[in-house]
C-alpha cells in the first residue's frame, strides 16, 4: 500500500523536527515543500509532502497515517 501525509507546521525547528522524525520513520520526501504567510497571526507556516510504501497492509480509511 502507498501512503501519503501532508506535514505543517510554523516555520521553525518544531517543523523541521517532525519532517526529520517522518524522514527516519522510512517515510519520502514528495515534492516541495511550501510555504504560507498568515497574516492575523504574522507567522509563516511550512508543508511538505511524504510518501511510504508499506507491504502486507490494505488501505482503509480509518488507519492512522503517523503510526506506519
Same mark, same amino acid.
Given at each position: 500500500?502507498?501512503?501519503?501525509? *501532508?506535514?505543517?507546521?510554523?516555520?521553525?525547528?518544531?517543523?523541521?523536527?517532525?519532517?526529520?522524525?517522518?524522514?527516519?520513520?522510512?517515510?519520502?520526501?514528495?515534492?516541495?515543500?511550501?510555504?504560507?504567510?498568515? &497574516?492575523?497571526?504574522? %507567522?509563516?507556516?511550512?508543508?511538505? &509532502?511524504?510518501? %511510504?510504501?508499506?507491504?502486507?497492509?490494505?488501505?482503509?480509511?480509518?488507519? %492512522?497515517?503517523?503510526? *506506519?
Amino acid at each position: 500500500m502507498q501512503l501519503y501525509r *501532508f506535514l505543517t507546521g510554523p516555520d521553525d525547528s518544531s517543523f523541521c523536527h517532525r519532517v526529520t522524525e517522518a524522514l527516519n520513520k522510512g517515510w519520502m520526501l514528495y515534492g516541495s515543500p511550501s510555504h504560507s504567510y498568515n &497574516a492575523e497571526e504574522k %507567522k509563516m507556516y511550512c508543508g511538505q &509532502a511524504v510518501t %511510504k510504501t508499506v507491504e502486507g497492509h490494505e488501505y482503509s480509511p480509518d488507519i %492512522k497515517l503517523g503510526s *506506519f
